[in-house]
């Protein structure tokens, strides 16, 4: 149980593409949402915290304007890095809080998001 | 501001050696402390420890949680090259309770 799926797992886009990334609660209903960020040797940084129905809480240092994230529903949330540039290239990785769960989060595969 | 903070960083071993990672965190309102395996995908989730001095154990993992010195080891017994890894410590608690991530330490082990 406690899936959570990530999509796309990999993308190569051109410089000024915005992008969009799907992260679904497969089996659960999911409150909350969670996105992070990976820099190659670095560990995971927390970007955003969305609950499904309100705006996001932004972490600080993270432009709301720059990754625009949805959570419309209890299985899906969406982050959209717009106009994205070389320097947003890194490992996104979303995560779901499930209740009654022996973790505070499930885990997405991630998506590696390279922009060229 | 929540702090975790791992050692080694890096840490080279040979098949059949025990290695221990160590974690230390700062963290308001802590709820407990996890532990992750990363590979070349998201972490997988190994242990969360929220009672000081309880081991957890799965297979040759183990855990462990000092909440009085906030600090935590992950001990790896008879490694083998599949343990190869970032493991990451994670501190769940602060004012959202959300999770605070250290650097990981990066274990290689060699045939």
């Known amino acids: 149980g406690a899936v959570v799926s990530q999509h796309p797992s990999w993308v190569i886009c051109k410089s000024g593409t915005s992008v969009k990334i799907e992260c679904r609660s497969l089996d659960f209903q999911a409150t909350t949402m969670f996105w992070y960020r990976q820099f190659p040797k670095q560990s995971l940084m927390l970007m955003a915290t969305s609950n499904e129905g309100s705006k996001a809480t932004y972490e600080q240092g993270v432009e709301k304007d720059k990754f625009l994230i949805n959570h419309a529903s209890l299985t899906l949330s969406t982050l959209t890095v717009t106009s994205a540039h070389p320097e947003d290239s890194s490992f996104y990785i979303c995560s779901a809080s499930r209740r009654g769960s022996n973790q505070p989060q499930h885990f997405g595969d991630g998506t590696r998001l390279s922009i060229l | 501001e929540d702090k975790v903070v791992q050692s080694p960083l890096s840490l080279v071993v040979h098949e059949g050696d025990t290695v221990t990672l160590n974690c230390s965190y700062e963290v308001t309102n802590f709820r407990s402390l996890l532990w992750y395996k990363q590979e070349k995908k998201a972490p997988t989730f190994l242990f969360m420890l929220?009672?000081?001095?309880i081991e957890k154990k799965s297979g040759r993992l183990s855990s462990i949680l000092d909440k009085k010195e906030l600090f935590s080891i992950l001990n790896i017994t008879a490694t083998q090259t599949g343990d190869s890894a970032i493991y990451l410590c994670?501190?769940?608690?602060?004012?959202?309770?959300?999770?605070?991530f250290g650097k990981g330490t990066l274990l290689t082990v060699n045939p």
């Open positions: 994670a501190s769940w608690g602060g004012s959202n309770y959300k999770l605070t």
């Open positions: 929220t009672s000081s001095g």
